[in-house]
């Protein structure tokens, strides 16, 4: 109800037939002001649209003048103190264990893993970006120290009390995984083919659009092969339910922004304007994996296809 494709992609069209589509071949400076600009006409044009269109198309326009909103979480105000932005993070990745999100997020991205290690005939050097307390970078880690994948993981973060936490856990449970402190939107500071496939799970709701756009774009820059960010998908029942479980543990800043967070996942128009983008290309795909919202790219030549992410 909430993705308002109709709407949202007769705003993208307007733009764009007015030459009002970004292009990736800017400085970062610009590509994420240009970034940020289309997403805000877009969402003004989408508005208009569904007012024109009426009726079915209006009352998830009237839902989402009330539900989205542009507030930071708690989880990212600087001055929260490390220790309780550690506790939250953890509740995350426990939150994430309870309802298998975790296990699923493997799932999804076993396949692209295999794949680009047989292709390259060797470990698949995966980079988890905002990784926070690190629980999918360990649960991969897992996976290839049980012989399950082919792959090297790197988690990161911002936040160095995050990367320092989930480096400890790592060491204390064997777990073949490294973590280093890294700004998502600046991967020009990581060596040229250092990583193939990066990803993000669960957070590409605290980035602006044109931080999204950095992101996929310093991937390519990299060497990546393939890009892969999950999140939320946006709805009402997501939109209630966030909250809810997340208040199951315990603590109040988390449910918080547990209801913040549901309020700003994006809907699929949306990522698909961001990755074309940030590309200047169409080889990306968004798709629906409930609850999650799936988007997939690929650098390396081959056409970004569902078969890849089934890959057997």
Not at 78 to 92: D, E, F, H, I, V
Not at 190 to 203: F, K, M, N, T, Y
Not at 262 to 267: D, L, N, P, S
Not at 296 to 308: Q, Y
Request: hydrophobic residues 45%; glycine residues 8%.
């Amino acid at each position: 109800m909430l993705q308002q494709k109709t709407a949202a992609y007769e705003a993208i069209d307007t733009l764009r037939r007015e030459g009002r589509f970004p292009s990736c071949n800017v400085d970062p400076g610009q590509l994420e002001k240009a970034t940020d600009g289309f997403m805000a006409d877009m969402r003004r044009l989408q508005s208009e649209a569904a007012w024109k269109l009426g009726g079915l198309y209006l009352l998830p326009e009237l839902i989402q003048s009330v539900l989205r909103t542009d507030a930071g979480e708690l989880m990212d105000d600087p001055s929260l103190p490390a220790g309780q932005k550690l506790r939250m993070t953890r509740a995350l990745g426990r939150q994430s264990g309870m309802l298998q999100l975790t296990e699923s997020f493997v799932d999804l991205l076993s396949p692209i893993i295999t794949e680009l290690s047989e292709r390259n005939g060797r470990d698949t050097r995966v980079l988890e970006l905002a990784a926070g307390a690190g629980s999918l970078s360990l649960a991969l880690g897992r996976a290839a120290m049980d012989g399950q994948l082919a792959c090297r993981v790197t988690g990161t973060d911002i936040v160095e009390a995050y990367t320092l936490a989930a480096q400890q856990d790592a060491m204390q449970e064997g777990i073949p995984a490294e973590f280093r402190t890294l700004d998502a939107c600046r991967m020009d500071t990581l060596e040229q083919g250092s990583a193939d496939l990066v990803v993000i799970a669960q957070s590409l709701h605290h980035f602006s659009p044109g931080q999204l756009a950095l992101m996929i774009h310093g991937a390519k820059e990299a060497g990546a092969s393939a890009f892969i960010g999950l999140d939320g998908y946006r709805s009402l029942l997501l939109a209630a339910g966030v909250p809810l479980v997340a208040a199951m543990q315990g603590i109040w800043e988390f449910a918080l922004d547990g209801l913040t967070s549901a309020r700003k996942f994006y809907t699929e128009p949306e990522l698909d304007a961001v990755a074309e983008i940030a590309t200047a290309g169409r080889n990306h795909l968004v798709l629906t994996r409930w609850p999650l919202t799936l988007l997939f790219v690929r650098f390396d030549g081959i056409r970004a296809t569902e078969a890849s992410l089934e890959y057997a």
